[in-house]
């Protein structure tokens, strides 16, 4: 049981938005920054989104983050065939002194 | 960017230890491992601060889990205890830069396979 808590699915069409929620508390999100990150099968994860919001240099634009309160959301607009992947967030746990990681999201492109 | 380089597989017995290894190309802040098992989802083992000797872990792993780390070499080690089948995982080590709360490099990952 994961800390925090995602979808384990989502899907869309190429083109279409997908979003992925991400839920904690108070300890985690509540009080601290989000980030999410990108993982294929068979490779590293790679850095999506940090600090909430921001994208590192050569994360295409279509990827964007959003904070609001216990809750973090990964948005993919305008989506790709190799979006494909798990994507995870994660954040710094004040009462775990830890970090933490949802359980993953696999995003399938219909 | 900084790379970092991990040691190769291990196949270990039940009961038995591993040491994986994690070297970095350039500066680093922290040094965390992260594991996946199979089917499973990214789980955060711990990390350590080099520069100011601190060390986080899990609570699942408190007590079996030892972090540590050779400034001269800019190498972070991670030794797990009495291992059992369901670490069976690949484990990562990610970089946190100075300033930085975020896992900006990621190791290749090593494969640690425990079986009888």
């Known amino acids: 049981q994961s800390v925090l808590t995602q979808p384990p699915s989502a899907s869309g069409t190429p083109g279409q938005r997908v979003t992925i929620s991400c839920s904690g508390s108070?300890?985690?999100?509540?009080?601290?920054?989000v980030n999410w990150y990108q993982h294929l099968p068979g490779t590293a994860p790679t850095l999506l989104i940090y600090?909430?919001?921001e994208r590192p240099s050569g994360v295409p634009d279509r990827f964007s983050g959003s904070k609001s309160g216990t809750s973090a959301s990964l948005a993919i607009t305008g989506l790709q065939s190799e979006d494909e992947a798990n994507y995870y967030c994660?954040?710094?746990?004040?009462?775990?002194?830890?970090?933490?990681f949802g359980g993953g999201t696999k995003v399938t492109v219909l | 960017q900084v790379h970092l380089v991990q040691s190769g597989a291990e196949v270990k017995k039940p009961g038995s230890s591993v040491r994986v290894s994690c070297k970095a190309s350039?500066?680093?802040?922290?040094i965390n491992w992260v594991r996946q098992a199979p089917g499973q989802g990214l789980e955060w083992l711990g990390r350590?601060?080099?520069?100011?000797?601190?060390?986080n872990y899990a609570q699942i792993f408190q007590g079996r889990l030892t972090i540590n780390a050779d400034r001269s070499t800019s190498t972070a080690y991670m030794e797990l205890n009495s291992l059992r089948s369901d670490d069976t995982a690949v484990y990562y080590c990610?970089?946190?830069?100075?300033?930085?709360?975020?896992?900006?490099?990621w190791g290749h990952g090593t494969q640690v396979s425990v079986s009888s």
């Open positions: 990610a970089r946190e830069g100075l300033g930085a709360t975020y896992f900006d490099s």
């Open positions: 350039g500066g680093t802040y922290a």
């Open positions: 350590i601060i080099p520069i100011l000797q601190i060390e």
């Open positions: 108070s300890s985690n999100i509540g009080s601290n920054i």
């Open positions: 600090t909430n919001n």
């Open positions: 994660a954040a710094w746990d004040d009462s775990l002194d830890g970090w933490v």
